[in-house]
């Protein structure tokens, strides 16, 4: 063994740490780390986006069905009112009794898909109006009526789950003394 060997061997570990190949290593080593904290960051942050993407998506896709659901429903409410309509004119006495029968029957049936649906009709008569759910198309001088009362439906309407499909158009109560402050003060003007 050289004598350059034997003073390696003897040199103290602190001698090591000092040569310049291992300063650099070192670096090396801290940089790799370092970049190793940053693309694990990126990773999470791409991992969160992609989840975030994914709820969204399924969200959209939910509206989106929901939304044609309704759209479709919206136009078999018309044909239902159209249905009521008519068998409210029939006179008992016009028509053979099986053909009243079988048109009840079928507007049975479809209020059973459009319950099976999740459509249920709004019931607003004696309720105090809510702007949400009714659409006031008048209103009514009605004695013994509290202000604000829905006193009769005009036309029905329709709610899918929570959602309103369409508004109930509905006639409002009002106070008899109301009016008639309302009309002296467009007088006084």
């Not at 942050?45 to 969204?56: E, V, W």
Request: charged share 35%; proline share 4%.
């Amino acid at each position: 063994m050289t004598e350059d060997e034997r003073s390696g061997e003897d040199a103290p570990q602190d001698d090591v740490s000092k040569l310049p190949e291992t300063a650099s290593l070192e670096e090396e080593l801290e940089e790799a780390l370092r970049e190793k904290d940053q693309f694990r960051t990126i990773a999470q942050r791409a991992q969160a986006d992609l989840a975030n993407y994914k709820r969204r998506a399924a969200e959209e896709f939910m509206e989106g069905t929901i939304s044609a659901k309704a759209h479709i429903l919206t136009k078999l409410l018309s044909i239902v009112d159209d249905l009521d309509r008519a068998l409210e004119m029939v006179p008992e006495d016009a028509v053979a009794p099986g053909w009243l029968e079988g048109l009840k029957l079928v507007q049975k049936k479809i209020t059973h898909v459009l319950e099976g649906e999740g459509v249920s009709k709004i019931e607003p008569l004696g309720q105090p109006f809510e702007p949400f759910e009714c659409e006031a198309i008048l209103y009514e001088e009605t004695p013994g009526e509290e202000d604000g009362q829905v006193v009769k439906i005009v036309r029905n309407g329709y709610k899918h789950h929570d959602r309103v499909l369409r508004a109930a158009q509905v006639i409002v109560s009002k106070n008899q003394c109301e009016q008639q402050e309302e009309h002296s003060q467009s007088e006084d003007l």
